[in-house]
């Protein structure tokens, strides 16, 4: 079946300019995480949703990063007022349930450049 | 809170050459997994180890926790010009949260 999908592939912003982030996950999938990562570096935790459920946002840098999953499928992450700093590529990954240690499926991220 | 160390940053090898990259958290874990991501590519799913000194292996691949459960090792065999990409370990943290290692990225030399 279909993997983890996200659009677009690559957003180009003007410093100041919102943006919004889609993520697809795979069909049935509870849980789902967003992540940044910086060139070179490895993917960092930014927030999770089971379902539709909000769990932990302890990794979102600023209340400038919003993210929402409101029925417990496709999830969006919109960023406003964007900084040069947030370019980065960011990945969503999902997972069937969240017991001990799922495993992530990574979509193939979005590219943000910041200008 | 909760360090993960990896190490090398970097490795070149030619091919045909061993290779290991090693995982460090400042913290006893619950499990860890490893995940591959090629050069322009998403991180996909290689192992999880969950048991104290667990050994998995995958083809060429030699996976390694230790025994205390704070550190992993991923060794390969024989690397091959397909090995090439940049390798992370996963660790779980508080909350729901995963904190990957900054990877180490294998070149290898035909």
């Known amino acids: 079946g279909a993997g983890v999908s996200q659009s677009p592939r690559y957003k180009v912003a003007k410093r100041g300019q919102d943006v919004a982030l889609r993520c697809d996950p795979i069909s049935g999938h509870v849980s789902l995480f967003w992540y940044q990562q910086a060139l070179g570096q490895g993917p960092e935790f930014l927030t999770y949703?089971?379902?539709?459920?909000?769990?932990?946002k302890s990794g979102l840098p600023s209340d400038r990063f919003f993210a929402e999953r409101p029925e417990g499928s496709v999830s969006t992450l919109k960023i406003q007022r964007t900084q040069q700093e947030d370019s980065a590529v960011y990945l969503c990954?999902?997972?069937?349930?969240?017991?001990?240690?799922?495993?992530?499926?990574f979509g193939p991220g979005t590219r943000l450049l910041v200008l | 809170g909760q360090q993960v160390m990896q190490i090398p940053q970097y490795q070149h090898v030619q091919e045909g050459e061993d290779f290991t990259t090693y995982c460090n958290s400042s913290t006893t874990l619950s499990n860890i997994q490893w995940y591959k991501q090629r050069p322009g590519g998403h991180p996909v799913f290689l192992i999880q180890?969950?048991?104290?000194?667990e050994v998995k292996k995958q083809k060429r691949l030699t996976f390694q926790f230790g025994e205390a459960k704070k550190n992993s090792s991923l060794h390969i065999t024989a690397t091959q010009t397909t090995d090439v990409g940049t390798y992370f370990c996963a660790c779980p943290s508080a909350g729901f949260k995963t904190i990957f290692g900054a990877g180490t990225r294998l070149f290898v030399k035909a």
């Open positions: 180890l969950v048991k104290s000194g």
């Open positions: 990954a999902s997972s069937l349930a969240r017991q001990e240690a799922e495993t992530q499926y």
């Open positions: 949703f089971q379902n539709e459920a909000q769990l932990d």
